[in-house]
């Protein structure tokens, strides 16, 4: 059943405070939640709130000419998640700007028992992430871990937070269907791994070996840093370090293309054993 329409005139009401100047003020970091953005982003938030998993939706907000085009998405959300509709210069009030997809959800991250270290399979490809600080390339990491099976991504207590408009845009919502932890120090983080039987490799131009030939292993972890600085020395002498090979004279790749081409060449190794 689809939930009720409930119509908005006034941009100041309460009822959608939330989805106010959003280019301004983002919601990431007050209590879990954050909005998303755009038809696919729906229907991934639909889908996990469905699933009963890590995220819920509370509420939405439509361009009253996109209600048709998302009604099957709407189809899938509980009866108690109201779903606001506006004109286009009632919504362009309420954003603080044109926004031409006309489609915004609040969303809420569900807190899970346990830590996400110990729910990860016997047979595991994670990615870790040091200091990413650009939402584009955070988002564009999850995509890639989404497309090439990864079961978990872990971001340090210095990366963006992947809740961030922006970057859950950019994925496409795998932020929403990958596993996934931020906080901490990333070398305790890789110290936790490599103590739980995980092969950690580190991402690197100067890497001792060719991404294509690294070993087989159940447990894989692909390690990558931030542009520009990269992984900190202590990460990289601590552990393996693995190269993309590529033409003479480019310094590097950037995070977002790097980690697609190492995932796809680990999810292979991985499943040679």
Known sequence: MTPRLIAIDNADDPEIAEFRDIRERDLTGRHHRFIAEGTVVLRMLAEAHRAGGDFAAEKVLLLRNRVDGVADILERLPEDVPVYVAEADVLDRIVGFHLHRGVLALGRRQPRDG???????????????????????????????????????????????????????????????????????????????????????????????????????????????????????????????????????????????????????????????
């Open 115 to 273: 830590a996400l270290i110990e729910r990860l399979p016997e047979r595991s490809l994670v990615l870790v992430g040091c200091g990413i600080s650009n939402h584009d390339n955070a988002g564009s990491m999850f995509r890639n871990a989404a497309a090439f099976d990864a079961d978990a991504i872990f971001l340090d207590e210095t990366s963006c937070d992947p809740l961030y408009r922006k970057a859950m845009r950019v994925s496409v919502g795998s932020v929403l269907s990958v596993p996934y932890e931020r906080g901490g120090d990333a070398l305790a983080l890789l110290t936790q791994l490599a103590e739980r039987d995980f092969a950690i490799w580190t991402l690197s131009p100067r890497g001792e070996v060719d991404i294509r030939s690294i070993p087989a292993s159940g447990r894989m972890a692909l390690v990558v840093g931030t542009e520009g600085e990269g992984l900190p020395q202590a990460v990289l002498s601590r552990f393996r370090s693995a190269r993309i090979p590529q033409s003479p004279g480019l310094d590097s790749l950037n995070v977002a293309t790097a980690t697609g081409i190492a995932l796809f060449a680990m999810s292979s190794t991985a499943k040679r054993i």
